[in-house]
């Protein structure tokens, strides 16, 4: 699933589906109107932490970074 990244320089980024628990939970927390939590990709490029919707690359977020 390719999608520019904001946070890539708004690149084409291959972007896949959240299957993170916590990722998962940080999306419906912040996405609250949309509970199809499968309409959100992640980038999939090393290190980056952008979220978004599928079909509307405006629609996402980043995920915090996460507790060393
Ligand atoms: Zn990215």
Redesign the pocket.
């Known amino acids: 699933m390719s999608m520019r990244?904001r946070?890539?320089g708004d690149t084409l980024?291959e972007f896949l589906r959240v299957v993170d628990d916590g990722e998962q939970a940080y999306v419906a927390e912040h996405k609250p109107r949309h509970t199809r939590l499968g309409s959100y990709y992640r980038?999939g490029?090393e290190g980056?932490r952008?979220y978004q919707r599928l079909g509307d690359h405006n629609d996402g977020g980043s995920f915090p970074e996460p507790d060393e």
């Open positions: 990244c946070n890539c980024q980038c490029r980056c952008r």
